[in-house]
């Protein structure tokens, strides 16, 4: 690029991700001087149609938020009003809701790696275009995310907003038998996401590095689907009900998504490579050496290598799963009961784009009075945008068509949710 | 032979359910053997489909044409026009879907779209009455068609019309 000329990179609809989405890169005399990702899908105010709802509603109205990981709103939401009314699940039951948390990642993290992110990779326009000369790539995805929505319907009813979860556990719980029906596909599952692992470890990634600190849940013991600490890359660990001082959300003017930032202004990642990051030790040996043997192994900060991560995930969520299936044995009762009392409850879930941050408020009488969601793709606003900064400032000598298509990526990279992002801040008017 | 009928669309977003409407009324003209599905997105259609030899999907759609006109387009052999785009809120649309399909070798014997002109695909309203006045006509065309194909017998495996 001449210097001293002016340049603007304008997608004005993101393909490829989920949602309704743009993006503006600014540059001056060749230095990048604005980077926007606006999110124009009109908010959706799910946390005002909360108030005044009964708190065993919650469940069922946030699984409407997103159709591709309804079971993570689903999951956070109950999580946060059995802690308003100090209820614990029992084992079984917490069992059977990360064995369904599995098919998600699967369903999820299939549908992101072989349909919307490997044709970047392999230069194609579209997954249609790629399965031109890709067939059985994109049919092993394909089968990976049926196995997915198998084990979400097998177990929650259905795999697009499921039916059978409830504060307190679930309507129904299935016999032994009935789940041993999902260890045949489960173990094929198995098989293909380590070709999946082996495939995508081929791909030509860009030499980039993000600076960002990672936040995670983290688990002494498991790899973090459903319960841990907060945790991030810089030394953070916090208890769930504490996420609010630490964590703030602003309103920028160019998008209908909240941005989250930590307390002191800066922006932070969550997703796949910040659970890797925190949680490698939390990994089945066999998946830790096959992440070695790839040639990737954390600190791992570069964000085009996701790819690789999801691919393990899916390999994780296909073995944890099948432990699952095996140690099934279903409790006498489907749930715990649960009494409303007046208090704030919290929770938070891995899902399969990052932490999902619920708090409510309720009443004795079971009325929430207050609800806040955190959604993964807002929180990793910030650092998409602090990543095509840094990618337009050291690519600006590509050609701009391939310098738009790359600034894309970027955004792909995160697999961003842009329907659950758009969501409303609250106006106060202060006349003080 | 077996044949499928569906409808694709949200019921929430104004006339884009344009085509759970023509799947319904179409069902009531049908043999009960004529499975008739309705779905919200096309991402699910190749297993949808799979083991069905004729397969009709409804779908909104954005052509040029008046609000309520009615296109049917047998994409056995051709992708979609690109002169008309079915309307999608997520993920892959239904153009997509198809050319999935053919590349993987998954589409049925018969694969026949039928589209609707749309007037407002707003969130939250109903059908606009001019698409309204076209679920009908889709509806008549639709099973008259497949009427017609099931009284053929055996000569129904040539995808011409």
């Known amino acids: 690029m001449r210097p001293g000329r002016t340049r603007t990179i304008k997608v004005d609809a993101l393909a490829r991700v989920e949602g309704e989405g743009a993006l503006r890169v600014r540059v001056r005399a060749g230095r990048v001087e604005e980077v926007q990702l606006r999110i124009y899908e009109p908010p959706r105010f799910f946390e005002a149609l909360l108030r005044g709802r009964d708190f065993r509603e919650a469940v069922d109205i946030v699984a409407r938020i997103c159709g591709i990981c309804p079971w993570a709103y689903q999951m956070s939401a109950a999580q946060a009003m059995e802690d308003a009314c100090g209820v614990e699940v029992s084992a079984p039951l917490r069992a059977l809701r990360r064995l369904v948390y599995c098919g998600e990642w699967i369903e999820s993290h299939a549908l992101h790696v072989y349909l919307l992110h490997a044709p970047d990779f392999l230069g194609y326009d579209s997954a249609v275009d790629m399965a031109r000369d890709h067939p059985e790539a994109v049919q092993r995805g394909l089968e990976l995310k049926k196995v997915g929505n198998l084990v979400m319907s097998h177990v929650a009813g259905r795999s697009v907003h499921p039916v059978n979860a409830r504060v307190g556990g679930f309507y129904r719980v299935p016999g032994r038998e009935e789940l041993r029906d999902l260890v045949g596909p489960l173990r094929r599952a198995r098989d293909l996401a380590v070709e999946t692992v082996r495939w995508v470890s081929t791909f030509p990634f860009p030499d980039f590095e993000q600076q960002v600190p990672y936040v995670a849940l983290r688990h002494p013991t498991e790899y973090p689907i459903l319960e841990g600490k907060i945790a991030s890359t810089d030394g953070l660990e916090i208890e769930v009900q504490d996420y609010d001082r630490h964590f703030v959300e602003v309103q920028v003017p160019h998008s209908n998504a909240l941005h989250s930032l930590t307390r002191d202004g800066r922006p932070y990642g969550v997703g796949p490579l910040a659970r890797f990051n925190l949680n490698f030790p939390g990994l089945p040996e066999a998946l830790q050496s096959l992440a070695r043997e790839v040639g990737t192994i954390p600190p791992c900060r570069n964000p085009f290598r996701s790819i690789v991560v999801r691919s393990l995930e899916m390999v994780y969520a296909c073995e944890e799963a099948l432990r699952l299936v095996e140690a099934w044995e279903p409790p006498a009762e489907p749930a715990v009961p649960v009494v409303p009392r007046e208090a704030t409850g919290y929770g938070c879930t891995e899902a399969p784009r990052g932490i999902l941050y619920h708090r409510y408020r309720i009443g004795a009488d079971g009325i929430i009075q207050e609800a806040r969601i955190v959604p993964p793709t807002s929180q990793n606003q910030r650092p998409m945008e602090e990543d095509l900064r840094a990618f337009v400032q050291g690519h600006l000598d590509l050609p701009r068509d391939e310098l738009t298509w790359r600034c894309e990526q970027v955004v792909r990279n995160y697999d961003p949710c842009i329907s659950c992002a758009t969501h409303f801040l609250r106006l106060e008017v202060d006349e003080g | ?161």
């Not at chain 2, 499928?4 to 019921?11: C, D």
């Not at chain 2, 068609?145 to 053929?152: A, K, Q, S």
Request: net charge negative.
């Open chain 2, 1 to 161: 032979m077996k044949v499928l009928v569906v409808g694709v669309g949200n019921r929430d977003r104004g006339d884009d359910a344009v085509g759970l409407h023509v799947a319904e009324a179409a069902r009531a003209a049908l043999p009960e053997n004529v499975a008739v599905r309705q779905v919200t997105a096309p991402v699910g259609l190749l297993e949808l489909w799979e083991g069905y030899d004729a397969v009709y999907v409804v779908d909104a759609a954005m052509g040029g044409g008046a609000p309520g006109t009615v296109y049917r387009l047998d994409v056995t052999e051709v992708p979609l026009p690109a002169s008309v785009r079915t309307v999608s809120t997520h993920g892959l649309g239904l153009a997509q879907v198809v050319e999935l399909g053919r590349s993987l070798g998954r589409l049925p014997r018969r694969l026949v779209v039928y589209g609707v002109e749309v007037a407002a695909v707003d969130l939250g309203f109903a059908l606009t009455s001019a698409v309204r006045a076209g679920v009908e006509r889709a509806a008549r065309q639709l099973s008259s068609e497949i009427l017609e194909i099931l009284g053929e017998g055996r000569e129904c495996t040539s995808t011409g019309s």
